[in-house]
C-alpha cells in the first residue's frame, strides 16, 4: 500500500453513517454516527428513516472524520465510498456526497463492495496476506470466502435463511432480552446449562459449508411456548438454559462449517472472522480451535460496520489498478460465479 497517501473513506449502506481518514495502513480517525435511537420504536430498520439520517448526517460525519484526522479536505489523495450492497437509499446517499467531495477535492473516488471491506479488515488490522479465508458473521452476513486480492473472492459457502446476529436479535425477543440480541443473550448463556434442551445444529449432516439459523430459532420458541405451559411463566432459569442451549448449537454449527471451510480453502495463510457476532466469547474460541492456520479476529470496533475499512479497501484496490464501481447496487455479490444467496438478513438481501 503506499505508505504516505491520505484515504478518506464513506460508508452509509445500512445504519450506521460513518466517516474515516487513512494515512496508508494507519487510521488518523473512524467516526460512526449510529441510528438506533431512530429505529428503536420500529423494532428494526426502517430504510426510508435510514436513507434520510444518511443524508443529513454523512457530511456531518465527513467533518468530523478530516477534524480529527487533523487534515483537510484538499490534503486527501483519493476518496473511497461505498457502492453497495445495502439499503439503496443510504448507499445513494454516500455515492452523491463522496462523488461532489472527490470533485472539489480534484481527487480520484473508487466505489467499494461493502462486503469486501469486511473481507480484506484482517489486512488492515494484523498485515495477513493473501490468501487468507474470512468468515464474516454479522446481523446481516454469513459467509465464508477466500480472500485472492482487493477485488478477487471465492464464495465457499453462507446462509441460506437467517444472519447469526438476526438469530441472536431474534431468540432474545422470545425470551423478553434487550435488543441487540447477541450481548443480552451471551450474558444470560453464562448461567446456563447448554445441555437442558435438545436443539437442533441444522445443515450439519449434509456436506459442504452452507449454513442455516432459523429452523434453530423456531426450536428456541417451541421449547420456550412448552416450558411456559409447563411451569406457568418463563422462568429464569429456562431461560438462562436456553440462551446457553442455543449460543452452544449456533457455536457447534459456526465450528463444524468453518472446519469444513478451512479444508476446501487449501493453502491459505490465515482464517480470520469479520461482523458483530465475532464479539462472542464462546464463538470466537470454537473458530480458533478448529484453525490450523493463524485465528485473526479484529478489534470490535472494525468488526462491526465502519469506514476505515472502506477506504482500506478502496486503497487497496486503487493501489492495484481497480476502477470500482459507483452505481450504486443494493445486491451486489462480492463472487459472481457462485450461486446466489437466498437469505435476506434483517437489513435487507446482501449478496
Ligand atoms: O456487524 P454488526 O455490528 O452489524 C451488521 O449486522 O451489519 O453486527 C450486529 C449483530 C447483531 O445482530 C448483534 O446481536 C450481534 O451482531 N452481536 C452478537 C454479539 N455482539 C453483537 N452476537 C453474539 N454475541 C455477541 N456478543
Ligand atoms: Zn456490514
Known amino acids: 500500500m503506499a505508505q504516505d497517501l491520505l484515504t478518506l473513506g464513506l460508508e452509509s449502506s445500512c445504519d450506521d453513517t460513518a466517516a474515516a481518514v487513512l494515512r496508508g495502513r494507519a ?18 430498520v426502517v430504510p426510508e428513516i435510514a436513507a434520510r439520517a444518511h443524508a443529513e448526517k454523512i457530511d456531518v460525519a465527513v467533518e468530523r472524520a478530516l477534524d480529527d484526522a487533523g487534515v483537510m479536505l484538499g490534503e486527501v489523495d483519493r476518496i473511497a465510498v461505498t457502492a453497495g450492497p445495502g439499503l439503496i437509499g443510504g448507499v445513494l446517499a454516500g455515492v452523491m456526497c463522496a462523488r461532489g467531495l472527490a470533485a472539489a477535492a480534484g481527487v480520484p473516488l473508487v466505489g467499494v463492495n461493502h462486503l469486501a471491506g469486511h473481507a480484506l479488515t484482517p489486512r488492515l488490522t494484523d498485515g495477513v496476506a493473501y490468501p487468507f479465508l474470512v468468515l464474516l458473521v454479522s446481523g446481516g452476513h454469513c459467509q465464508f470466502l477466500r480472500v485472492e486480492g482487493p477485488a478477487r473472492f471465492r464464495r465457499l459457502g453462507g446462509t441460506i435463511d437467517d444472519a447469526p446476529g438476526e438469530a441472536f436479535d431474534k431468540v432474545a425477543r422470545l425470551l423478553g432480552l434487550p435488543q ?48 411456559v405451559a409447563r411451569n406457568g411463566g418463563l422462568r429464569a432459569s429456562v431461560r438462562r438454559d436456553l440462551c446457553a442451549g442455543f449460543q452452544a448449537a449456533v457455536r457447534d454449527v459456526l465450528a463444524e462449517k468453518s472446519r ?7 493453502e491459505v495463510t490465515a482464517f480470520a472472522v469479520a461482523g458483530g457476532v465475532a464479539a462472542n466469547g464462546a464463538i470466537r474460541a ?34 492495484a489498478g481497480h476502477a470500482g464501481t459507483l452505481t450504486a447496487r443494493p445486491r451486489w455479490p462480492l463472487d459472481a460465479e457462485a450461486a446466489p444467496m437466498l437469505a435476506g438478513g434483517k437489513r435487507g438481501a446482501k449478496a
Do not use: Y
Open 180 to 227: 441487540p440480541g447477541g450481548p443480552a443473550v451471551e450474558r444470560e448463556a453464562q448461567g446456563g446449562d447448554p445441555d437442558a434442551f435438545a436443539l437442533p445444529r441444522p445443515l450439519l449432516d449434509r456436506p459442504g459449508c452452507d449454513l442455516s439459523f432459523s429452523g434453530l430459532k423456531t426450536a428456541v420458541l417451541r421449547a420456550r411456548d412448552a416450558a
Open 27 to 44: 487510521i488518523l480517525s473512524n467516526v460512526v454516527v449510529g441510528q438506533d435511537a431512530l429505529h428503536a420504536a420500529f423494532g428494526g
Open 260 to 266: 469444513r471451510a478451512l479444508e476446501a480453502a487449501g
Open 286 to 319: 470454537a473458530l480458533e480451535a478448529v484453525s490450523p492456520v493463524p485465528f485473526v479476529a479484529p478489534p470490535l470496533a472494525l468488526c462491526t460496520d465502519n469506514a476505515a475499512m472502506i477506504a482500506f479497501a478502496g486503497a487497496e484496490m486503487l493501489d
